[in-house]
């Protein structure tokens, strides 16, 4: 069993309908299971401020989760070209992860939503990159020959799924889906291929 860990941040729900694309993604490969989890709000001194248990959604996700899983997608909404505050809290907590290589040799792929069509889509996704490089994951992205990329006209990128969200893009468009699917594959088949190689 290959387990891809969907782990992200939203405020509003427009990631949250991307992590449910990407993990449809994944279990479209047989032999792969995604397991979605989220991280709590945090206050302004960045301490987490939810219960233990959220009320509704996926459970908070642990360091643990983490340094179980096969491969990782990682998503937030964009907050001035960079990810949300409450994952990047979560993302810092990892040292003890990077200290044993856990998540070395491992896919991860990125994924954002953003309110505006300059909002900052592709900075964000590098910058989540940045955590994941430096724990020696491999980063795997989406190819120009997924005919999406060249169709879409609102999110998607060639760093990973994006969403144009707001009043006049409440859902994903079907080439933000098609996108989220063809992460979720990639990711999976990656993290076979890695596993049984286990570079």
């Not at 427009?14 to 299971?33: K, L």
Request: hydrophobic share 40%.
């Amino acid at each position: 069993m290959t387990e891809i860990l969907v782990l992200y941040y939203s405020r509003y729900g427009a990631t949250a309908r991307m992590a449910d694309m990407i993990a449809r993604g994944v279990e479209s490969v047989e032999g792969a299971v995604a397991k979605v989890r989220t991280v709590p709000e945090v206050s302004p001194v960045c301490e987490a401020v939810e219960d233990v248990i959220p009320e509704n959604g996926p459970p908070y996700a642990t360091v643990e989760d983490l340094a179980q899983c096969d491969g990782l997608a990682l998503g937030s909404p964009t907050h001035f070209g960079n990810m949300a505050a409450p994952l990047k809290h979560f993302i810092d907590q990892t040292s003890s992860i990077w200290f044993s290589g856990g998540l070395a040799g491992k896919p991860a792929g990125v994924f954002t939503t953003t309110s505006s069509m300059h909002g900052g889509h592709e900075t964000t996704l590098i910058s989540m990159m940045m955590p994941l490089l430096h724990h020696g994951m491999v980063i795997v992205g989406i190819p120009s020959q997924e005919t999406a990329l060249l169709e879409t006209r609102t999110g998607g990128t060639p760093y990973g799924p994006s969403h144009l969200s707001g009043e006049d893009n409440p859902t994903l468009s079907e080439e933000e889906k098609r996108l989220c699917l063809c992460l979720g594959r990639r990711l999976a088949k990656a993290a076979a291929a890695l596993k049984e190689a286990q570079i």
